[in-house]
């Protein structure tokens, strides 16, 4: 009962400081929970607050990177994308040729690739899950980008 209350306590604290810095109630939501199964798998249940505070600001910087990565990618898109309209053949065309491009590269490549760009994880957050140094891990993204470029095609790009 009363580790509950302290949980619940912790909960509103983090939803206090989430919640001016993500403007989404779900957002803040999700992060909080996030916190939590950071902190369950750790097995820091018991920590202070000032452990929560440090993991929520973890994700906070996790899900920012996240975001401005996403919205880079979209506006390299909107550079590239074409002006005048596309029929979904055309569009299922570029996803065929993406697809056949991603199934040729290395599978560690694509998987960092993925990691980096969609999932907004940092080269050493990465480095950590594949048991690789950070510098590995970049370069790995820099092949596997060339061998993206080399196999999509310059009518693409």
């Not at 912790?10 to 939803?15: A, H, V």
Request: glycine share 6%; hydrophobic share 40%.
């Amino acid at each position: 009962m009363i580790r509950q209350q302290l949980l619940e306590g912790i909960s509103e604290k983090l939803s206090c400081y989430f919640s001016p810095l993500v403007h989404s109630p779900q957002a803040v939501e999700d992060l909080v929970q996030e916190v939590f199964l950071v902190a369950v798998k750790d097995e820091k249940l018991e920590e202070p607050i000032t452990y929560f505070i440090g993991v929520a600001r973890n994700l906070l910087k996790k899900h920012y990177r996240k975001k401005f990565r996403q919205n880079k990618l979209l506006a390299e898109y909107a550079k590239i994308a074409p002006t005048e309209h596309v029929d979904a053949q055309g569009v299922g065309e570029v996803v065929d040729r993406v697809r056949d491009a991603l199934a040729q590269i290395e599978p560690t490549r694509v998987k960092v690739l993925r990691s980096l760009i969609l999932d907004g994880e940092s080269s050493r957050e990465i480095g950590k899950t594949l048991k690789r140094n950070h510098k590995t891990v970049l370069w790995t993204a820099k092949k596997g980008q060339e061998d993206f470029k080399r196999l999509i095609g310059e009518d693409l790009l």
